[in-house]
C-alpha cells in the first residue's frame, strides 16, 4: 500500500512524486516510457520555472549539462520589435533544455528522493471501490501484471491522460486547438543567449539555443490550414521563415540535425481532484504551447498538489477543502495566462489597443521588460494590461509625465 501512486514521470510527475517522497510519503511512480527519452514538445522553461528548479536544488544539475542561459527575449511583431529580460533579480534567466535531458533529471531525483520508479510500466485500469479510486493495475514490458494500491493516484499522464478518461472529470473553459507548429534542430545557428520570436500575419516562429550547442526553431499557422500544409511540412516551415529574411539567411547557413516534430493541441480546464485521485500538469490544464508555459505550470501544480496531499494526511484536513484550494489558485493563477495564449494562438493582429501600446513601448526599456515577462508567465497579463499600466505606458511615450 502507498501513500501516492503518480501516473506518469515527465515534468508532473516526477516532481510531485519527488516532493512528496522527500517528506517521507512511500511513493510509486510510474511510465510506459524509459528515460532518457524525448516527447513531442519544444523546451522553454521561462524564469518561474528555474525557480522552482533552484528550490528543488537541480539547478546546479541542470547546469552541468551545459545548457545555455537564455537572458533575452526578443518580439519583432514587424512594425516593432520589443526586447527585454525575462527574470527578476532572484531568477533572471530561461534555460531550454532537451527533453531528454530535464525529463531524465527530474525521474533521477524522484527517485534518490525515496519514490519507486517504475519505467516501462503502463497503466491500463484505475482500480475503484465504492467509487473511489484506491489504485491502478498495469503491466511491465515484459508484459507482467500488477496491481498496486494507494491512498491517493495522481495522474501526471498528460494530455490523452488514462486517469483523467478513468474518473471523468468536469471539462471547462474548452477552446479547440488554434495553431499547428512543427520544430525541429539545428546546428551552427548561434542564438547569443537571446529567444527570438517573429509575428506575421497567419504565421509566426521563434528560435532559441539548447543542449550540444544546437538551436531549436518552431513554426505554426493556424489550425484551419493543418490539413492543406501537413503533405508538405519541410516546404510550408521554410515559407514561413522566409517571411523574416535576414532569420532566413541565419538558418540556412546552419544545418538541421533531426526530422520535424509536431502538434496541434486543444485548450481546456479539467477539475482536478475527486474522491482519491488527484491531475497535475497537462491531465488537468492545457493550453497552447505557443507561450511555452506547459513545463512551469506542471512544475507549480507538482509543489502545490505535494502540499495539498500533506495537508491531507498530516495536518487531517479534509482531502476536497485541500485539493479545491489547489484548484482554485490553479485556476486564479493561469487565467489571465490561458486568454493571452490562447488570443496569441490565433495568430491573428494583437486587438488595436494592444497594438498601440506595443508601438508605445519602444525605447521604454521598463516597459519592454514588463511585457516580455508577462510572456515569460512572471507577471499577470491582467496587471501588465491594465488601464493604469498602459495609461502610464502610453503617457510616457506621448511625453506627458508618466501618472
Ligand atoms: C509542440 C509542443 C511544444 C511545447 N513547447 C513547450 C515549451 O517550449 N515550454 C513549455 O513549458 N511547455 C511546452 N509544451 C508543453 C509541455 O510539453 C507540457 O506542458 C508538459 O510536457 C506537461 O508535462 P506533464 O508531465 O504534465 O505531461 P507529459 O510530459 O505529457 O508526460 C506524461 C507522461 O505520462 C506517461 N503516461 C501516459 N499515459 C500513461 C499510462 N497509461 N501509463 C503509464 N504512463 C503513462 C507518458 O508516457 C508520459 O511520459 C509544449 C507542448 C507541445 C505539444
Redesign the pocket.
Known sequence: MFDAIV????????PVAMLLARRGYKVLV????RFP?D????????PQ?VSALQRWGLLDRLLATGCPAIDTYVFDFGPVTITGMPGTEASPVAY?PR?TVL?KLLVDAAAEAGAEVREG????EALFENGRVTG?R?HDREGNDSTEKARIVIG????????AESVQPEQYNEKPALLA???SYWSDVPMNSRFETFVRPNRGFAAWPTNDGWT?V?AGWPFSEFEANKADIEGNFLQTIETVPEFAERLRAGKREDKF?????ANYFRTPFGPGWAL?????Y??D?IT???????FR?AEQVADAVDAWISEERPFDEVMAEYQKERDAQVMAMFEFTTMLATLEPPPEQMQQLLGAMQGNQEAMNGFTRVAAGMTSPAEFFSEENAGRIMAAAAGSPAS
Request: hydrophobic letters at 40%; one cysteine or more; charged letters at 20%.
Open positions: 501516473v506518469g514521470a515527465r515534468c508532473a510527475g516526477s510510474v511510465d510506459r516510457a527519452s516527447t513531442i514538445s519544444t523546451h522553454m522553461v521561462h520555472g531550454a527533453r525529463d510500466f503502463t497503466v491500463e491502478v498495469g501526471a499522464d498528460g494530455r490523452h491522460s488514462f486517469v507548429g512543427y520544430y531549436l518552431v516534430y509536431g502538434a496541434a493541441v497535475v500538469g497537462d491531465a488537468g492545457n493550453r504551447f511555452a508555459q506547459g513545463i512551469s505550470d506542471a501544480d
